[in-house]
């Protein structure tokens, strides 16, 4: 029985989710991870940002987590919001654009369930490497979705590129394209070098019923870049995770000080972080009318913060989105 639901949740995951469903069990307990987003904190200067996980569990209805990054440092969850069927929303307070590799995982009664994290999803072409690191927030309200996304463009060319805004496109599940209406300024890059940072897109007026399926760099040009999210999610190895030689664990690794989730953010309330899930049944949840105000004014500041950076559409040439497509990874 618990084979069979688990199908289900994957086929449904396939049709909703971002990434690849990953999952893992201790031979009582299965563990399956949908996806997660990132959202910024109300201070813009914060080196922090909230994760949050879409995680489903079957054979238990509680577990605790530790979350991994690059530099082996461990994150515990600062809020868990129960979900139905199973179903929960896990909040890391983590520093800002951390990359992870590894979930912990441990069922209540049961073992550590030990789960790489996804790895950063990338496409290129003889020339140029695009890399997506997810979105960094979702808005939504009556009307519309926006979302923001990550990305970073490096140049293994012989020659200059620009790279732009233009340059990109969201598509959907149906493979609707929507561009940017808000991002960052042109960037010569030069040959052998990527841009300065991670830099933000925003796409605004996205209809409810889309969900982000993939990215194009150059979309309908010769040598285009296409990131498909589904195909492209694929988890991290083992060898990245622990190295060639160590063992599957993270026991070696030291927890970092306990986070809590900071209470000025709309969406979620502070909660010790070793609190069981079934311990937040309690927390006091915003309403849907709340959320949607919170959704609605975090929007409207995203577009007003992200249009100072748009680049006026008009001041840069088709040549730099020529050139461009030429990014390799």
């Known amino acids: 029985m618990k084979i069979i639901v688990l199908a289900l949740l994957l086929a449904l995951a396939f049709g909703t989710a971002q990434a690849v469903p990953l999952q893992g069990t201790d031979g009582n307990a299965t563990v399956v991870l949908f996806g997660a987003t990132r959202t910024p904190l109300a201070d813009e200067n914060s080196t922090q940002e909230i994760l949050k996980v879409d995680v489903g569990l079957i054979g238990t209805e509680n577990a605790t987590y530790q979350l991994v990054d690059a530099d082996n440092n461990i994150y515990l969850p600062g809020l868990y919001k129960p979900l139905s069927s199973g179903k929960q929303t896990v909040y890391f307070l983590t520093t800002k654009d951390s990359l992870f590799k590894l979930l912990n995982v441990t069922p209540e009664g049961g073992k550590p369930i030990y789960i790489n994290w996804w790895a950063t999803p990338k496409g290129s072409n003889d020339n140029l490497i695009v890399r997506y690191y997810g979105i960094t927030d979702w808005l939504i309200n009556p009307d519309e979705q926006g979302i923001v996304i990550q990305v970073r463009v490096q140049n293994n060319g012989t020659q200059k590129i620009i790279v732009s805004p233009e340059n990109f496109t969201l598509m959907d599940q149906w493979g609707w394209p929507y561009r940017p209406t808000l991002g960052f300024d042109p960037e010569i890059v ?23 399926a993939a990215l194009a760099y150059d979309n309908g040009a010769q040598n285009q870049i296409i990131i498909m999210f589904e195909r492209d999610y694929v988890p991290l190895s083992d060898e990245l995770v622990y190295g060639a030689n160590a063992t599957k664990s993270a026991a070696s690794v030291e927890p970092a000080p306990a986070a809590v989730l900071p209470t000025s953010n709309p969406t979620a309330q502070s909660v010790a972080v070793q609190a069981p899930a079934n311990e937040t049944k309690e927390i006091k949840k915003l309403s849907i009318k709340d959320k949607l105000a919170a959704s609605k004014a975090r929007l409207a500041a995203t577009k007003e913060s992200l249009d100072e950076k748009t680049p006026d559409t008009n001041s840069t040439s088709s040549s730099a989105s020529n050139s461009s497509s030429s990014i390799s990874a």
């Open 190 to 212: 030069e040959p052998q070098e990527a841009t300065t940072s991670r830099v933000l897109l925003g796409f605004i007026g996205i209809s409810l019923l889309s969900r982000p």
